[in-house]
C-alpha cells in the first residue's frame, strides 16, 4: 500500500493552528469549511505559545488566548482545543507540534494543516519546512486580499517540489483579522458581528 492509499484508510484530523489575538469567525469559517470538504472527523484548534515569526509585538498571554479559543469553539461538537503549544518552552514549531500530535495519535489519524493563503504562501520559510512538507497534508484555505491563482501556482511548486500533499479550499470570503479586531479596540469600535458573542465579552 503506498502512502497515499494508506492515508485513506486512517480517519483524518485536521489541525488548525494560530495565534487566535484573538479568534475570530474567519478562523471558525475556515475550520468548518475544511471539515466539511475534507471529511475530516474533527478539528483541533492549537493556539501557539511563543511563534518565532511574531516577535515584533506583544502577544496576549498564551493563556488567554487560550481561554478564548476554548470559549469559541464551544458549540461545535467537531472542535476541540489543545494546550500542548502554549505549555511548551522556547519558540513553538509546527514541526514538533506533528511530531508530538503523530506520537499522540500512534500514527493511527492522518493529521492535516489547516493555513491560510498567506500562511501557505511562507510556509517554505517555516521550520524544516522540507520534511514538514514531505510529511503532513495541507489544506490552504482562500483568504481576502490574497490571490487565489498564486495560490494554485504555490501548491503546484510544492507539490512538485516536495510531493506534498496539499488541497485548496474555497472558504466564504470573510476578509476579517485578528490585527484589525486588535485595532478596533484601541480605538474603540465594535467588534460585533467579526467574532463570536462570547469573545466579545470576554475582551
Ligand atoms: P493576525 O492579524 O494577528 O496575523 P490573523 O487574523 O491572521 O491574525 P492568525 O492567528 O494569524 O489570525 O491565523 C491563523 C490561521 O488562520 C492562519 O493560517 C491564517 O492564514 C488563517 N486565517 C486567519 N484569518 C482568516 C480569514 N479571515 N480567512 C481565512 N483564513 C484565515
Ligand atoms: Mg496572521
Known sequence: MDRKQAEKERPRYAIMGGTFDPIHFGHLAAAETVREVLQCEKVIFIPSGNPPHKTNRV?????RRYAMTVAAIENNPYFEVSDIEIYRNGYTYTLDTFNEL????ENKVELLFITGADALLEVETWYKAEELLKRCSF???TRPGYDKSKLE???????SKYGSSLFIVDVPGLNISSTDIRDRIKRGSSIKYLVPESIEQYI
Request: net charge negative; hydrophobic share 45%.
Open 59 to 63: 502577544l496576549t498571554q498564551a493563556q
Open 102 to 105: 503523530e506520537a499522540y495519535f
Open 139 to 141: 489544506a490552504a484555505v
Open 153 to 159: 501556482q504555490k501548491l503546484h511548486e510544492l507539490q
